[in-house]
């Protein structure tokens, strides 16, 4: 077997070999790069639609805004036109079983 499904003491093989392996395959989605030792902390502009405009006053006006937030990342994806933002508003969700 190749890649690292297989023996993994000798996981380097030929470019042709290795995309043959449906198993040896991988993708990056993200670098971050700093001078910093901490670990990057996670952005947060997937929760600005949230405070958008004027703050709710009430309990109620915060479920509002949640659910109209909600349903506008729903819209985008089944659109096939979800911003990250979107993606990641939906993950969160989806994390914690809402």
Do not use: C
């Amino acid at each position: 077997m190749s890649g690292l499904g297989g023996d993994r003491a000798n996981y380097r093989v030929p470019w042709e070999q290795a995309a043959a392996d449906p198993r040896s395959y991988w993708g990056v989605t993200r670098v971050v790069v700093h001078d910093n030792p901490e670990t990057p902390k996670d952005e947060l502009g997937h929760l600005r639609p949230l405070f958008a405009d004027l703050t709710p006053a009430d309990w109620p006006g915060v479920a509002r805004r949640f659910a109209a937030v909600t349903e506008s990342a729903i819209r985008a994806w089944a659109a096939n036109r979800a911003t990250d933002n979107d993606a990641l508003w939906l993950e969160s969700l989806l994390r914690r079983d809402f």
